[in-house]
Antibody
Framework: EVQLVESGGGLVQPGGSLRLSCAASGFTFSSYSMNWVRQAPGKGLEWVSYISSSSSTIYYGDSVKGRFTISRDNAKNSLYLQMNSLRDEDTAFYYC????????????WGRGTTVTVSS | SYVLSQPPSVSVAPGKTARITCGGNNIGRKGVHWYQQKPGQAPVLVIYYDSDRPSGIPERFSGSNSGNTATLTISRVEAGDEADYYCQVWDSSSDHVVFGGGTKLTVL
């Protein structure tokens, strides 16, 4: 079964850091580009970051550029999001999502992990 | 940056057809993807590249894209279709994935 499982969420103070992980299984992780997408409470979907299969290409959303870092370890079938200088507005549910081959559609999503930034 | 506009809500009676629009400048030149998100669940891809359906998605779901508007059409709407729906494109000018604001589909 194709599956993505996020972990690492929690409560952090403004200005703090957190590292999210996403464990992939059921497919050849190294063949797919991946994304992080977040959803603030009661709000819509917001794309956070993209990383190509070989990590050669990385993109960030404007609201997180310079603060968040996406990375992956294909040997461990894992995707990561290092979040620094966290702000209240980063409070959200964070999903990892697989990119559909040949497009920028997102065909597999994890269940997500909650990040709360609050003092 | 590229902006996608969706109506906040659409209501439809069971058995009828729901149409959810997604507006964007020359969106017809882009590939549009649609997601369904039910409360407390992760989004699910229901249409990719304007009109293709992933395996397991009912044929009642279809899509079209032309000019400045893409449309998700749900035929013979069922109570279980009640959800939030999001359109999404890739904006090559900014190298960003862009989501629409979402449309809440209510089945009357």
């Amino acid at each position: 079964e194709v599956q993505l499982v996020e972990s690492g969420g929690g409560l952090v103070q403004p200005g703090g850091s957190l590292r999210l992980s996403c464990a992939a299984s059921g497919f050849t992780f190294s063949s797919y580009s991946m994304n992080w997408v977040r959803q603030a409470p009661g709000k819509g979907l917001e794309w956070v970051s993209y990383i190509s299969s070989s990590s050669s290409t990385i993109y960030y959303g404007d609201s997180v550029k310079g603060r968040f870092t996406i990375s992956r370890d294909n040997a461990k079938n894992s995707l990561y999001l290092q979040m620094n200088s966290l702000r209240d507005e980063d409070t959200a549910f964070y999903y990892c999502a697989r990119t559909l081959s040949g497009s920028y559609g997102l065909d597999v999503w994890g269940r997500g992990t909650t990040v709360t930034v609050s003092s | 940056s590229y902006v996608l506009s969706q109506p906040p809500s659409v209501s439809v009676a069971p058995g009828k057809t729901a149409r959810i629009t997604c507006g964007g400048n020359n969106i017809g030149r882009k590939g549009v993807h649609w997601y369904q998100q039910k409360p407390g669940q992760a989004p699910v891809l229901v249409i990719y590249y304007d009109s293709d359906r992933p395996s397991g998605i009912p044929e009642r779901f279809s899509g079209s894209n032309s000019g400045n508007t893409a449309t998700l059409t749900i035929s013979r709407v069922e109570a279980g279709d009640e959800a939030d729906y999001y359109c999404q494109v890739w904006d090559s000018s900014s190298d960003h994935v862009v989501f629409g604001g979402g449309t809440k589909l209510t089945v009357l």
